[in-house]
T-cell receptor, first 116, second 114 residues
Framework: AQKVTQAQTEISVVEKEDVTLDCVYE???????LFWYKQPPSGELVFLIR??????QNEISGRYSWNFQKSTSSFNFTITASQVVDSAVYFC?????????????FGAGTQVVVTP | DAGVTQSPTHLIKTRGQHVTLRCSPI?????VSWYQQVLGQGPQFIFQ???????GRGNFPDRFSARQFPNYSSELNVNALLLGDSALYLC?????????????FGPGTRLTVT
C-alpha cells in the first residue's frame, strides 16, 4: 500500500500565482518524520524541510510554507508568488521506525509548471 | 563544502552484465543510502549503510548489493542486469538528527540497460 499519496500529478500556474501541493500519508507509528524534496530538471533531489510528528506548527521559509495536520494525516506545501525557477517535481516523503528510520518512502511526486 | 558526488554520471550496459556505482558522501556524514528512481516515479529505497553496517534494505532482489568503506564512501553493485534496472540511481548522504536521518542527495547515475 502506498504510504505517501500525492494525488496531483501536475499543476500548471502562471508566474506570481500561489500553488499548493497536497501530501497525505499513512502510518501506525506515533513518532515519524515528514519531508519535502524538490527535483528540478537537472535531476538532483533538493532537501526543503523536515518535520517531526510532534510539531504541528506551520512553517514559513521565504515564499515556501508548510501546513501539517495530524488529524487529516496531511503535510501540504504552498509556494507563494510562484516563479519560473519553481518549475520542478516536488516529492513528499515519510520516515518511520516500523520500517527503518533511514528509509524515506516517497510519494509519486507532483510536477509543477510555472509559465511566465 | 563539496556535496554528494556520484560516478559515473551515465552508464550503458547490456542485459546480464554487472555494474558498480560509486558515491562519496558529504564530509562528516557517516550514513549513505541508495535509491532507484524509475522515470515518472518517486525514488525507491534500496539500502542504507551507517558506519559501514547495513541498517536497512528495501524490497530489491539479491542481485543488488552494496557496501560502505572506512572513509564512508559507498558502492552499489547490481548483477545480471535486466532491462527493468534502467533507472536513475541516487545516493543520499545523511546525518542523524533526532531519531531520523536528514538526507542530501547526489546528482545520480543514469543507468540504461539494453
Amino acid at each position: 500500500a502506498q504510504k505517501v499519496t500525492q494525488a496531483q500529478t501536475e499543476i500548471s500556474v502562471v508566474e506570481k500565482e500561489d500553488v499548493t501541493l497536497d501530501c497525505v500519508y499513512e502510518t501506525r507509528d506515533t513518532t515519524y518524520y515528514l519531508f519535502w524534496y524538490k527535483q528540478p530538471p537537472s535531476g538532483e533531489l533538493v532537501f526543503l524541510i523536515r518535520r517531526n510528528s510532534f510539531d504541528e506548527q506551520n512553517e514559513i521559509s521565504g515564499r515556501y510554507s508548510w501546513n501539517f495536520q495530524k488529524s487529516t494525516s496531511s503535510f501540504n506545501f504552498t509556494i507563494t508568488a510562484s516563479q519560473v525557477v519553481d518549475s520542478a517535481v516536488y516529492f513528499c516523503a515519510l520516515s518511520e521506525p516500523t520500517d527503518s528510520w533511514g528509509k524515506l518512502q516517497f510519494g509519486a511526486g507532483t510536477q509543477v509548471v510555472v509559465t511566465p | 563544502d563539496a556535496g554528494v558526488t556520484q560516478s559515473p554520471t551515465h552508464l550503458i550496459k547490456t542485459r546480464g552484465q554487472h555494474v558498480t556505482l560509486r558515491c562519496s558522501p558529504i564530509s562528516g556524514h557517516k550514513s549513505v543510502s541508495w535509491y532507484q528512481q524509475v522515470l515518472g516515479q518517486g525514488p525507491q529505497f534500496i539500502f542504507q549503510y551507517y558506519e559501514k553496517e547495513e541498517r536497512g534494505r528495501g524490497n530489491f532482489p539479491d542481485r543488488f548489493s552494496a557496501r560502505q568503506f572506512p572513509n564512508y564512501s559507498s558502492e552499489l553493485n547490481v548483477n545480471a542486469l535486466l532491462l527493468g534496472d534502467s533507472a536513475l540511481y541516487l545516493c543520499a548522504s545523511s546525518f542523524r538528527v533526532d531519531m531520523t536521518y536528514e538526507q542530501y542527495f547526489g546528482p545520480g547515475t543514469r543507468l540504461t540497460v539494453t
